[in-house]
């Protein structure tokens, strides 16, 4: 299988170069390019994708958005490409439904990793790289209302723990692993913990974490 993909970015040198790291994989191709967030969603809708690369500042319609109505349609997963000077809209954008992001300046291995990660209905919520922006917006949101109470959601206690392991950066497996539960019943403990919690993606349900706290800065796998 093929793997689809729509490149969303204004800088037409960053697409070209990301169109020839993608294409010269044998199992991915770039079938539309898009310069502005509008452009992105319509060739979301013409093209069918199976990811979309997704830069945040883009003019006419920004990436936040962009990714917002893409999810909101039910589209492909969306990996959003930003820089460290952009945490508040890295998270904006990840609550309005991205599947994941990745610093620009990543290696080609990482960038093809995570294209398949998500593209596999993964989030990409990796602790090399999602730390330092999560500890860097809990610090921001310290000084906001506190979240609605965790007790408030619903949640059994497993799914409580479960959630506390996804946002520590394990995945399905690891998590079974600890729990001695297998892959295909942490599975729908994740779905029910993302549909009790109405988040999108793994990734989101990291932040609420975080702003529920369930986890601290500091928290790590193992």
Do not use: C
Request: aromatic share 4%; glycine share 8%.
């Amino acid at each position: 299988m093929t793997l689809r993909i729509v490149l969303a970015d204004d800088q037409a040198v960053i697409r070209a170069g990301l169109r020839m790291i993608i294409d010269n994989e044998p199992d991915m191709r770039v079938i539309a390019e898009a310069g502005t967030g509008h452009e992105a969603v319509e060739a979301v809708t013409v093209r069918k994708p199976d990811v979309v690369l997704m830069d945040i500042r883009m003019p006419d319609l920004d990436g936040i958005e962009a990714t917002r109505r893409i999810a909101s349609q039910g589209g492909p997963p969306v990996l959003v490409l930003t820089t460290f000077g952009d945490e508040e809209n890295v998270f904006g954008s990840l609550r309005a439904g991205a599947a994941g992001f990745l610093l620009k300046d990543a290696e080609p291995d990482t960038l093809l990793s995570a294209i398949r990660t998500v593209s596999a209905g993964e989030s990409l919520v990796d602790p090399s790289v999602t730390r330092a922006l999560i500890d860097r917006w809990v610090a921001l949101e310290e000084a906001m209302p506190a979240a609605k109470g965790v007790d408030d959601l619903g949640l059994t206690d497993r799914e409580t723990e479960v959630w506390r392991m996804i946002a520590r950066g394990l995945s399905n497996k690891e998590i079974g692993d600890e729990l001695y539960l297998s892959e295909a019943t942490v599975k729908t403990h994740v779905s029910s913990l993302l549909a009790k919690l109405g988040a999108r993606s793994r990734v989101q349900a990291v932040i609420l974490a975080y702003e529920h706290g369930v986890v601290r800065i500091g928290d790590s796998a193992g």
